[in-house]
């Protein structure tokens, strides 16, 4: 089992372009999320999935898309980077629902917009 | 939406005491409260949690305790070591409906471990 892998590791982005973060877990996890970690600020939630076709929004979404079409994957989406995006961003997944069940995190993106 | 306040931002301790952190929450219908860890450059680990329907859980030398009266709760690590230096952070986590699903966490606690 690779748990939950995330790529790229790092990120130089140009303000106003665009990438996409990818995420994916090999544990048959039905719920995914996506949360930045800046300095002092704890970890938030960007977006999340309880399942293949479903997303909903958290508490910092805009500037973000995502979507799940398999299980396994669940990319992020910037689609005009901001300075104010540069992050960490952490990718995790549990089972169910993360207040009954464990969530595993992901090692991690740090994303720098210029 | 559910808040989580958590203190102090930085703690620092002598190899061997004992070091305590706490948070605060504000939604009553939180249920589920899990603690993380996290190295420097690390991702976030899970290290212990405690459900609403119990007051203390151990795990060797760390333990939760939670008062749903007062909605706080707190992480006790016991005969520190260099190696519980971190970052810590408080989650609260099962309300249903309003503010966004899944778990709210605290800001994070730099526990340093004085040898």
């Known amino acids: 089992n690779a748990g939950v892998t995330q790529t790229p590791k790092f990120q130089v982005l140009k303000t106003g372009q665009s990438m996409t973060l990818q995420c994916a877990q090999d544990m048959n996890h039905e719920y995914m999320s996506w949360y930045r970690q800046d300095p002092g600020m704890g970890l938030r939630l960007i977006h999340y999935?309880?399942?293949?076709?479903?997303?909903d929004q958290g508490e910092v979404p805009n500037g973000y898309n995502v979507s799940r079409s398999t299980t396994e994957d669940f990319p992020l989406r910037l689609l005009s980077a901001a300075p104010s995006q540069t992050s960490v961003y952490f990718c995790?997944?549990?089972?169910?629902?993360?207040?009954?069940?464990?969530?595993?995190f992901g090692p991690g993106t740090r994303l720098t917009v210029l | 939406g559910e808040n989580v306040e958590q203190h102090p931002s930085t703690l620092s301790v002598q190899e061997g005491d004992s070091a305590v952190i706490k948070c605060t929450y504000s939604?009553?219908?939180?249920?589920?409260f899990p603690w993380y860890k996290q190295e420097l450059g690390k991702r976030p680990q899970l290290i212990i949690d405690?459900?609403?329907?119990?007051g203390e859980k151990k795990d060797q030398r760390i333990a939760v305790t939670l008062n749903k009266t007062a909605k706080h709760f707190s992480l006790h690590i016991t005969e520190t070591q260099p190696e519980d230096s971190a970052v810590y952070f408080c989650a609260a986590g099962g309300v249903a409906g309003g503010g966004a699903d899944g778990l709210t966490f605290g800001k994070g606690t730099h526990l340093i471990i004085q040898p």
């Open positions: 999935s309880v399942g293949a076709g479903i997303t």
């Open positions: 405690i459900r609403s329907n119990v």
């Open positions: 939604d009553s219908a939180s249920n589920y």
């Open positions: 995790a997944s549990s089972y169910g629902r993360p207040e009954v069940n464990e969530q595993f």
